[in-house]
């Protein structure tokens, strides 16, 4: 069992940055794919970033060139910077892992609102 704790959402003004943590309950060895998802009010969670183990990234379209994910093996915590924030960034943000074993396994944080004024 993966348990996942969010961390660091809040209230900020557009232009301004958040960074989100993500506290992971194994070894990030042990997890193929990290990520960030999002999902505002009316909306479906969408995907906004995700690392793989090998360290490769990805991210929305929306997002690119403003938010940076990031691990810490260490520290088995996974981060999302976020620069430059929009009020259409406003959302509960939910960390993930996936694990591939003999089957997918995917786990879920609680989310954290992230509000972004105008």
């Known amino acids: 069992q993966v348990r996942l704790v969010e961390s660091g959402g809040g209230l900020v003004q557009a232009g301004g940055s958040l960074r989100l943590s993500c506290a992971v309950s194994?070894?990030?060895?042990?997890?193929?794919?990290m990520g960030w998802y999002r999902q505002a009010p009316g909306k479906q969670r969408e995907e906004v970033a995700t690392?793989?183990?090998?360290?490769?990234?990805n991210y929305a379209d929306s997002v690119k060139g403003r938010f940076t994910i990031s691990r810490d093996v260490a520290k088995n915590t996974v981060y999302l910077h976020m620069n430059s924030l929009k009020p259409e960034d406003t959302a509960v943000y939910y960390c993930?892992?996936?694990?591939?074993?003999?089957?997918?396994?995917?786990?879920w944080g609680q989310g954290t609102q992230v509000t972004v004024s105008s």
């Open positions: 194994v070894s990030i060895f042990g997890i193929s794919t």
């Open positions: 690392i793989a183990d090998g360290g490769r990234t």
């Open positions: 993930n892992a996936v694990q591939l074993l003999t089957s997918r396994y995917d786990y």
